[in-house]
């Protein structure tokens, strides 16, 4: 069984969309702090430290809903 890929890569494979997704993927893929290891909560707290704007903490939730409907 191949084991899923990571959130934060699959995030990554959306640079190119033109939509809030896209903009977040871009945001993370030059982020070189980004905690790719945590799960969505460091990573929305992690966002919240930075004060980040709450459409972007809520882009970040809904794609990691839409990434859990794929690996899931």
């Not at 899923?4 to 945001?27: C, E, M, Y």
């Amino acid at each position: 069984m191949t084991r899923p890929q990571s959130f934060t890569v699959w995030l990554k494979s959306h640079v190119k969309d033109r939509n809030a997704i896209g903009d977040l993927a871009r945001d993370v893929a030059s982020d070189p702090n980004w905690p790719s290891r945590k799960q969505l909560d460091g990573q929305r707290e992690y966002l919240e430290n930075l004060g980040a704007m709450p459409q972007a903490v809520e882009t970040l939730e809904r794609a990691w809903d839409l990434y859990r409907a794929q690996v899931d």
